[in-house]
């Protein structure tokens, strides 16, 4: 099965088609879709919309790009959201957080001070998290140690082979999307073909970060079967290897995800 671990579909760019939307992704074959909010007013409408749809799930977090924005009350508000989900089984990750350090002008003292009470929530109920990083892998690989956060997605992943390695000796997987597609992606499309089978997941992050062959339109998570089609040739495996291990990995770094998807192939 195909496993979109990070697609935001409750996007304003799907509200006009997002049956169609989940129809084809369906279609391709992606039987798991997991959406990450990025902020506190998204948590009700993800809740709704997985409950609603057989193959969705969701994560509770507040992004990077939008803590400028938050309240110091939203930290509450999130770990009550978290203690009151804790029992929905479509409920798998604290997400989408971390640091973002490539736009100007955001206040990074509280973006770290906010990617720290998140990770707190995540260890004190025992979820894997869900990473945003952007010129910013040292730090977050510190922050998760700290805070000894051990299974999750390092999403969009775009550092070297050694923060890699970092990542994964914690646990972690790396998200590969639509960037791996681009000829000139090279560090991605290196990191790709080379770290380990039991290293990757795969992702669409769609609306947004579109596969070549969507250049400039809407990505959708229908376009993982493409994607998938790609890490196989970078590594020069076939394309139902490329899905009987993402999907395995998926279960491994998102545990609560493992019964969902059994559910599904049922």
Same mark, same amino acid.
């Given at each position: 099965m195909l496993v979109d671990t990070h697609c935001h579909l409750d996007a304003p760019e799907f509200a006009a088609d997002l049956e169609a939307v989940i129809a084809r992704s369906q279609a391709a074959r992606v039987g798991m879709i997991v959406m990450p909010a990025v902020h506190r007013e998204t948590f009700d409408g993800l809740r709704d919309l997985a409950s609603r749809h057989a193959g969705l799930c969701y994560a509770l977090g507040i992004h990077p790009l939008c803590v400028d924005a938050s309240s110091d009350d939203d930290l509450a508000v999130l770990r009550q959201a978290v203690a009151a989900s804790i029992n929905d089984p479509r409920f798998v990750a604290i997400g989408e957080i971390g640091l973002d350090h490539f736009v100007p002008g955001l206040d990074r003292e509280r973006q770290a001070r906010f990617l720290a009470a998140q990770l707190r929530i995540a260890r004190e109920f025992d979820l894997p998290v869900l990473l945003h990083v952007r010129k910013a892998q040292d730090v977050v690989l510190k922050h998760l140690r700290q805070a000894?956060?051990?299974?999750? %997605? /390092?999403?969009? #992943?775009?550092?070297?082979?050694?923060? =890699?390695?970092?990542? %994964? /000796?914690?646990? #972690?997987?790396?998200?590969?999307?639509? =960037?791996?597609?681009?000829?000139?992606?090279?560090q991605i499309r290196r990191l790709a073909s080379c770290v380990a089978d039991e290293a990757y997941v795969l992702e669409t992050d769609a609306p947004d970060i579109p596969p070549v062959w969507k250049a400039g339109v809407r990505n959708e998570p229908g376009e993982l079967n493409g994607i998938a089609r790609c890490m196989g040739e970078l590594r020069e495996q076939s394309l139902d290897s490329v899905l009987r291990q993402s999907e395995a990995n998926a279960r491994r770094v998102l545990p609560r995800l493992a019964p969902i998807v059994d559910a599904r192939k049922a």
């Open positions: 000894a956060v051990r299974k999750g %997605i /390092a999403h969009a #992943f775009n550092g070297s082979m050694q923060q =890699a390695q970092g990542y %994964i /000796a914690q646990g #972690f997987c790396l998200g590969f999307g639509g =960037a791996m597609t681009w000829p000139r992606a090279l």
